[in-house]
Every structure is written in structure tokens, then in C-alpha cells.
């Protein structure tokens, strides 16, 4: 399937890594770009949270040093898109591996596990997944 960029806040050439990136690592790639919109607006060299939050996806490093050891990342490394994606996408991951859907995981990525179902996680999980569903159809459109 070829990808054709569609009108998001990220740049075509990202977007075209996200949806190879996501679709190999079995993460929906369209959820992958909605978060980094929300997040960040698509800027990679962010930091938010009271400095807490870095990236493109707002990785809080705090929590997961094993993911950015296992890649070999630093803070720094989390200020570039790519390797921001890669660890915010495992954190997604995990989430999803519970086996309660998306919505569940966008709601604990939002604001951790003891947040799911608080309003603000529910509106973050709405936000993403009809944005994500706005950036699917467009691309099927073509």
C-alpha cells in the first residue's frame, strides 16, 4: 500500500515514516499522528509538563528509562522525532497490550493508568481517535 500524505501539522516525510513505523509495529499509524498533533503541534524540540514532558509525543522519561536504555537514548535524543516515536509508540503499546482498545490506552497515555476514565483523559481519547479517523479517511480518499 503506498501512503500519500495527507493534511496533518506533520511534515510529509515524517508522516511517511510514522505510517511505515506504525504499521510495522502494529500500532495505528493514523492514532500515531493524531497524538503528535495534540501533543506537541508537531514539534519535535518541545518540551511541556513544567519540563517534565519531551517531544513530539510528550514522552515523560521519567517513567520509562528502560526504553530509552534499551534504544540507547538520551533526553536529548527524545528532542528528535524519530526516536520520540519510537518510544512514545511503546508506551502506547504496552498500554494496548491489555487488550482494552484504544480508547482505554489514549486515556492512559494521557494521564497514566489511575486516570483512565477521568474527564480529561475521556475528552484527550475522543480528540485523538476522531482526529485519527479524520487523517484515515482523507488518506483513502486519496
Given at each position: 500500500?503506498?501512503?500519500?500524505?495527507?493534511?496533518?501539522?506533520?511534515?510529509?516525510?515524517?508522516?511517511?515514516?510514522v505510517y511505515a513505523y506504525g504499521t510495522q509495529a502494529g500500532v495505528d499509524p493514523y492514532v500515531i499522528m493524531a497524538i503528535c498533533e495534540?501533543?506537541?503541534?508537531?514539534?519535535?524540540?518541545?518540551?511541556?509538563?513544567?519540563?517534565?514532558?519531551?517531544?513530539i509525543m510528550q514522552v515523560q522519561i521519567q517513567w520509562v528509562?528502560?526504553?530509552?536504555a534499551n534504544h540507547g537514548y538520551t533526553a536529548d535524543d527524545m528532542l528528535k522525532a524519530q526516536p520520540n516515536?519510537?518510544?512514545?509508540?511503546?508506551?502506547?503499546?504496552?498500554?494496548?497490550s491489555t487488550g482494552n482498545g484504544y480508547e482505554w490506552a489514549?486515556?492512559?497515555?494521557?494521564?497514566?493508568?489511575?486516570?483512565?476514565g477521568t474527564e480529561q483523559t475521556r475528552q484527550y481519547a475522543a480528540?485523538?481517535?476522531?482526529?485519527?479517523?479524520?487523517?484515515?479517511m482523507e488518506n483513502e480518499k486519496g
Amino acid at each position: 500500500e503506498i501512503f500519500t500524505p495527507v493534511s496533518s501539522l506533520m511534515a510529509p516525510d515524517l508522516q511517511a515514516w510514522v505510517y511505515a513505523y506504525g504499521t510495522q509495529a502494529g500500532v495505528d499509524p493514523y492514532v500515531i499522528m493524531a497524538i503528535c498533533e495534540r501533543e506537541s503541534c508537531c514539534i519535535s524540540n518541545i518540551l511541556g509538563d513544567s519540563g517534565r514532558a519531551y517531544g513530539i509525543m510528550q514522552v515523560q522519561i521519567q517513567w520509562v528509562p528502560d526504553k530509552l536504555a534499551n534504544h540507547g537514548y538520551t533526553a536529548d535524543d527524545m528532542l528528535k522525532a524519530q526516536p520520540n516515536i519510537e518510544i512514545g509508540v511503546e508506551i502506547l503499546k504496552d498500554y494496548l497490550s491489555t487488550g482494552n482498545g484504544y480508547e482505554w490506552a489514549l486515556m492512559a497515555y494521557n494521564g497514566g493508568v489511575y486516570s483512565v476514565g477521568t474527564e480529561q483523559t475521556r475528552q484527550y481519547a475522543a480528540w485523538v481517535m476522531s482526529r485519527a479517523e479524520e487523517l484515515r479517511m482523507e488518506n483513502e480518499k486519496g
